[in-house]
């Protein structure tokens, strides 16, 4: 059984940093397209960026050149640095993970961390 666990999200100004983490237990990490999705109150889910076994990243257009996805398969990690934050970030950021044997599959998703970016 896939288990992710997401950290990293706090209060922070706009124009800060944060970097989140999700690890991902169980599985095989290498077979899996991983993703970072967002929340905010009274929206939908929204894709923010996604990372391929192989490396190959997209991002949102909302989110591309301030933020960045990787992965560290050595400890089954994905990361995603984001830099210059607006207020418009503040959500509730998910990570996912979608095993590429399965296409169609929702994947597994872990619990969320919240960041909220304040002006």
């Known amino acids: 059984q896939v288990q992710l666990v997401e950290s990293g999200g706090g209060l922070v100004q706009a124009g800060e940093s944060l970097r989140l983490s999700c690890v991902v237990f169980g599985g095989i990490f290498s077979y899996n397209v991983m993703g970072w999705y967002r929340q905010a109150p009274g929206k939908e889910r929204e894709l923010v960026a996604r990372i391929t076994p192989g490396g190959g990243g997209d991002y949102a257009e909302f989110v591309k050149g301030r933020f960045t996805i990787s992965r560290d398969h050595f400890t089954n990690t994905v990361y995603l640095q984001m830099n210059s934050l607006k207020p418009e970030d503040s959500a509730v950021y998910y990570c996912?993970?979608?095993?590429?044997?399965?296409?169609?599959?929702?994947?597994?998703w872990g619990q969320g961390t919240l960041v909220t970016v304040s002006s």
């Open positions: 996912n993970a979608q095993d590429i044997r399965l296409p169609g599959a929702p994947g597994v």
